[in-house]
């Protein structure tokens, strides 16, 4: 079946503009993540959503970040605002619910403040 | 914060060798898991070891934990040029209520030699 989709895939844009970052999980999944790829943090954990419960948003850098997910599927990654150091590739992934269940990964959005 | 600590930074070898890369974490565990990436892609999930778990293989991995050191190894065997890719260990933190958001060591990028 079809993996985990991000869009887009590359998005440059000048400091100070607003981005949004979509994600569309595997069907089924309940569990979604997203993380952030960088060369000097390696991959940081920024929010999880699963079902209906409270996101765990403890990986969020600042309130410039947000996300949603909208009836359990979609998710939207919003950086406001955006400074040179949110450069970096955020990757999404799903999996089942459970704490034993492999994460799906999809190929991320590479996103480049100029 | 990352907790998980890898070795080799950097691996290089020949087809048909073995490689070997380890893992450190530092908190309990409920798993531990195994990611690859090749450039520019995300990451495919490769082995999970559940915490009561000593050694698992799948095809040419084997896969070791040892959580009163709180380390793992990854054993790839016989080595193919298409095995060339970043790989990283990632562990969920433990506890009961664990989201299972994952924490990511540094990573090991092999280099497998035609």
Known sequence: GAGVSQSPSNKVTEKGKDVELRCDPISGHTALYWYRQSLGQGLEFLIYFQGNSAPDKSGLPSDRFSAERTGGSVSTLTIQRTQQEDSAVYLCASSLMGINQPQHFGDGTRLSIL | ?114
């Not at chain 2, 073995?18 to 999930?45: D, E, F, P």
């Not at chain 2, 490769?46 to 959580?67: A, F, M, P, Y």
């Not at chain 2, 050191?69 to 990632?90: H, M, W």
């Open chain 2, 1 to 114: 914060s990352q907790q998980g600590e890898e070795d080799p930074q950097a691996l290089s070898i020949q087809e048909g060798e073995n490689a070997t890369m380890n893992c450190s974490y530092k908190t309990s565990i409920n798993n531990l898991q195994w990611y690859r990436q090749n450039s520019g892609r995300g990451l495919v999930h490769l082995i999970l070891i559940r915490s009561n778990e000593r050694e698992k293989h799948s095809g040419r991995l084997r896969v070791t934990l040892d959580t009163s050191k709180k380390s793992s190894s990854l054993l790839i065997t016989a080595s193919r040029a298409a095995d060339t890719a970043s790989y990283f260990c990632a562990t969920d933190g433990g506890g009961s209520g664990n989201t299972g958001k994952l924490i990511f060591g540094q990573g090991t990028t092999l280099q497998v030699k035609p």
